[in-house]
Nanobody, 123 residues
Framework: QVHLVESGGGLVQAGGSLRLSCAAS????????MGWFHQAPGKEREFVAA????????YYADSVKGRFTISRDNAKNMVYLQMNSLKPEDTAVYFC????????????????WGQGTQVTVSS
């Protein structure tokens, strides 16, 4: 079992930055590829970014390429999402998740989810 807790969300003006953190319980964290998703009210949960077990490979949604950076520190059981040049359309609840099967952008490929952290970007 993996327990995930997100933090770092908040209110920021357009063009600003936030750094989201995801803390994982246990020593199994390093065995899982990880991802970040977001979900706005009334919309589907959408893929944002993913990272492999070692942190050597990353993958991003087109909407965040060049602005967001996913990273991990397995020694600390942490995953991060650095969010720069934020836009109002980035406003959503952000979730971290641990993947257990193929399909990097598919929420169904992820078995363990945090409760989410709210990111609000004002114009």
């Amino acid at each position: 079992q993996v327990h995930l807790v997100e933090s770092g969300g908040g209110l920021v003006q357009a063009g600003g930055s936030l750094r989201l953190s995801c803390a994982a319980s246990g020593r199994t964290f390093g065995n899982y590829p990880m991802g970040w998703f977001h979900q706005a009210p009334g919309k589907e949960r959408e893929f944002v970014a993913a990272i492999n077990r070692s942190g050597s490979t990353t993958y991003y949604a087109d909407s965040v390429k060049g602005r967001f950076t996913i990273s991990r520190d397995n020694a600390k059981n942490m995953v991060y999402l650095q969010m720069n040049s934020l836009k109002p359309e980035d406003t959503a609840v952000y979730f971290c998740a641990a993947r257990i099967t193929v399909g990097i952008t598919n929420p169904s490929s992820y078995a363990y989810w945090g409760q989410g952290t709210q990111v609000t970007v004002s114009s």
